[in-house]
Every structure is written in C-alpha cells, then in structure tokens.
C-alpha cells in the first residue's frame, strides 16, 4: 500500500512545523524527543484532514508495544480534542514515522479495558498524561495504531 499523498498543509505552531520538518528530513535521528528529553521520544503521524482532506503532520509521544501505538488525543488536558482527533475518526488511516521509513496504520479509539491497560502504558511513558486527564472533564481518548499489511 503506498503512503499518504496529497497537499500538506503545516501547522499554524512553528515548533511543530520545525519538529516535523527536522524529524522527517533527518529520518528521526533529530528531533525525535519532546522537549530534548531523551526519556520521552516521539513519532510523526500524518492524518488527512477532517474537513480539508488535506495531510497534517503531528509530533506524538511515542508509546508502542508489540508493534501497535498509542496516540493519546490529551491537548495538554484541555476541554476539547486535539484537532487530530476528528482527522483519526473521519479518515483513519494514518502515516506513522517512527524512524527512517513511514508505513500505513489503521487508527481505532481504544475501550474499556483495552484502553485502562493501554492507558498504564501511555502514563508509564510519560507521567504528565495523568496531570492532564486530572485537568480534563472528558476522558482522554487513546487511539490504537495498528500496521497495514500491503
């Protein structure tokens, strides 16, 4: 299956452009960590936009196990989603890089208590998820990445 194509439209944030575009030219060997913390890596995942159809490229924590991702739509712990929520439900196909090569994965919301262990994960990557759902009326959504076979 090939990638993602189609017209990439940057993020209105210049440090997201600037993580994304380093990440992508470096094929992940610079600005693979958030804040230059090498305890919290990220990876880039491209979506198509809800309403645009258009690519948008995000920084994400990375947190894998068994070659499935978690995307974990907190937006710092803020009362609406990230706009990359509605992008994984109208299109779910994604691109993630995490490293050199992207491939394609298919993006479902985790439940119940596949979401309470994925969510000890996430957490366990980075503590600052359960400040953020402390913060938050909504319960955080964790988005489930897994490989598109060709």
């Known amino acids: 299956m090939d990638l993602l194509d189609g017209e990439y439209q940057p993020s209105p944030d210049q440090w997201v452009r600037d993580q994304v575009e380093t990440y992508e030219r470096t094929g992940g060997r610079e600005a693979a960590t958030l804040m230059d913390k090498p305890e919290w890596p990220i990876v880039v995942i491209t979506s198509r936009g809800a309403k645009s159809g258009k690519l948008r490229k995000n920084p994400v924590m990375r ?88």
């Open 63 to 150: 947190v894998e196990h068994d070659g499935v991702y978690a995307a974990v739509a907190s937006k710092g712990g803020a009362p609406e989603h990230p706009g990359w929520y509605a992008n994984f439900l109208a299109h779910p196909v994604v691109q993630l890089q995490d490293g050199p090569e992207p491939a394609l994965y298919r993006a479902r919301v985790a439940t119940g208590a596949e979401r309470a262990q994925w969510w000890e994960r996430c957490v366990a990557q980075y503590a600052p998820y359960a400040e953020y759902q402390e913060k938050t009326d909504r319960e955080i959504p964790v988005f489930l990445l897994e490989r598109v076979e060709d």
